[in-house]
Structure formats: C-alpha cells, structure tokens
C-alpha cells in the first residue's frame, strides 16, 4: 500500500518575493498531545513562489484562503480549502499559493489519528490530501468559514485551536491499528535510536504487523520516520548553539559526525551546516519559532 506521495512539485514560474505576516499561538489544554505547532502566515506578493520543504516529523493540516472580502471563494471551492500532507520523503519544491492567508496545524501521529477519525494515509496518493475527502464536508466547511469571518491572523488561529478542541472532544471508535501506530510513532518521535523490537513489544505485536500499520495509518515506515526525527533533532540542537556539530551527532544517536552529514545529505540535498543555516525568510523563521527550532522551509 502506498503513502502520501510526496513527489515534489515543480512552479513553472515564481513570482518575485514579498512580504509574509506570521503568528503563532501556543499549544494548551486539549491539544498538546495533538498538535506540536499553529501558525498562520500572510503573504502579500501576488502569484505563487518556489518553496522548498524539508522532511519534518508533523502531518500538517493546512487552510489556505484569499486576502479579500471574499477570501473562501479565491483559492477554491468553499470546503475543498483544507488539505493534509503528510511525513514527506525528501525535501522537495513546490509553489505555494501567492496572496493569500494560510494556516498550518503540524499535528503529531496522536492528533492524526484522533483529530481526523484515523485516516488510512495508503490510499491518499497525493501531496498534499484535501481534507473533504477524508472527513465529511460539512466540517471543512464549518472551519474555513469560522476562519474566514476572524478578522485577524490571531483570531483566525483561535478559530483553527477552537475547532481541533472540538475534535479532540469528540468520543469516537478507533482503529486498533491505527492507534498502535500513532503511539509507537510518538515514541519514535520522542527517541528516533529505539529498536524496532521493542517498540513492537511495547504494542504487543509483531515487527511485520507494527510496519504494516505505519504504512496504513501514517503513512510511511518507522525507519524513515526515525531518520526524520533525528534530522529535526539536528535542527533543534544547532539552532541552540549550546554544541558543535560532532557533539550533536553524538547526542542524537550518529556513529559520528560522518554518518550525519550522510544521513542529512540524504534527506535534504544540504550539509549539516548548511541545513541549520537554510531558512532565512519570515516563513522559514516562523515555522522555526513554532517548532522550538525545527526545520520545515528552508
């Protein structure tokens, strides 16, 4: 079975860069088990602009409306405005949508599975999944409109928080499976270095059933969710300044600094220190800011 396809998509023509408006707002309450990040970002260039998007740990769950009075209808029908991507392969290129306001939910495999009624990421073939397909219309609709009447980037993100509460309250039956991954895929997240045994263990199932169940409910293996943990770790800990980076590589489970450069190289194009020192544009230091020091545009 097949996972979000991350293929990359390529912009015929970018348009020249303007300036993008971001805010965040904490993560409380319900939600922290859910959610690592909300923020929302205004650019004001019109037209699309080349992108570049590194592998991180989060599915984001994105709302991308027009800057006018009528911001629903802009960027799409009324309810298709709403989409999820999921654990990406490589870093890959892509035009964003130009003027226009959107809002990103980095959800964690828990919030995958217990926001969005455990989606089975196999059958989503797409980069960037619209949410209507996954979930019933009527709550796409239901969010993009209670965003679009906010009149701020703070109150449209209260209104994104408000309606991810009402999803996190919601009792629902879940997936066995889907609930194995998405707790063995926090742990992954939490320690990239731990066996696939014992994290199969710790789920009472096999290694085969665990990895059949991450290509199911989130979409890609735990190997390769692990290699992306640590490359999010090497991020977080430079962006620190407390270590060099053979001290990194040693924190986050690298034979040697070598063997970072490798595995970082794989994943992104860059050297290390050229991956910590990519994203120096306001989305890329938003995004930055949201995640304690993750990178997710370069």
Known sequence: MRPLDTTPERPKQAAPAGTA???????????LPYVSALTAVELDAAGPRALSVAPH????????????????????????????????????????AGDCITLFALLTPLGLVHLLDSPPLASVPRIRARLDQLLDRRLTRQLESDIACADTLDGKLHAFAAWLETRAS????????????????????????????????????????????????????????????RLQSVSRKAQSGAASLADIAADVGFADQAHMSHAVQQ????????????????????????????????
């Open 57 to 96: 740990e989060s599915l984001v769950l994105s709302v991308t409306l027009g800057r006018g009075a009528g911001g629903i209808e802009q960027k799409g029908r009324h309810g298709e405005l709403t989409r999820l991507t999921g654990i990406r392969e490589w870093t890959g290129r892509f035009a964003g």
């Open 21 to 31: 408006h971001a805010h965040s707002i904490p993560i409380r309450g319900a939600l």
């Open 170 to 229: 919601v009792q629902r039956q879940q997936s066995p499976g889907a609930l194995r991954a998405g707790r063995a895929a926090m742990s992954v997240c939490a320690s990239p270095a731990e066996p696939m045994e014992t994290l199969a263990a710790a789920q009472h199932v096999s290694r085969r059933q665990l990895e059949r169940d991450f290509a199911q409910w989130i979409g890609t293996s735990p190997r390769h969710l692990a290699r992306v943990a």
């Open 267 to 298: 994943l992104t194009g860059l050297t290390p220190r050229r991956f910590v020192r990519a994203g120096r544009s306001p989305l890329a230091a938003a995004f930055r800011h949201a995640t304690a020091g993750g990178t997710v545009y370069l």
